[in-house]
């Protein structure tokens, strides 16, 4: 995949992801539902099922931040590399 590809799916994870790590007003609709739908296939506890709910959103919430990171870390980390490669860093005065 080229650069510029790379870059806008690491985007689009990277949003998706901020999405669904930041607390929301929705959860309080998706946590419930989704936990009754679980403890009714999975026959389990209303709360059991809950937090099933929760973890399984924060784990894939997780796991496309780390999926950016890998997909668009590398070349945005050479990109910026080589970009600034030859400047010197000033240290503030103090």
């Known amino acids: ?3 510029g590809k790379r870059v806008i799916v690491a985007s689009v994870l990277l949003g ?3 999405y669904i ?3 929301s007003p929705e959860e309080i609709i998706i ?3 989704l936990g ?3 403890s009714q296939v999975f026959v389990l506890p209303y709360f059991s099922g809950i937090i099933l709910s929760v973890t399984i959103y924060r784990v894939v919430g997780v796991g496309c931040l780390l999926f950016a990171l890998l997909l668009g870390g590398g ?3 050479q ?3 080589t970009r600034f490669k030859g400047t010197e860093i000033e240290e ?3």
């Open 1 to 3: 995949m080229e650069f």
């Open 16 to 18: 998706v992801s901020l």
């Open 21 to 23: 790590l930041l607390p």
């Open 31 to 33: 946590h419930p539902a």
């Open 36 to 38: 009754l739908l679980l």
């Open 75 to 77: 070349p945005i980390y």
């Open 79 to 81: 990109k910026l590399k």
């Open 92 to 94: 503030p005065v103090t």
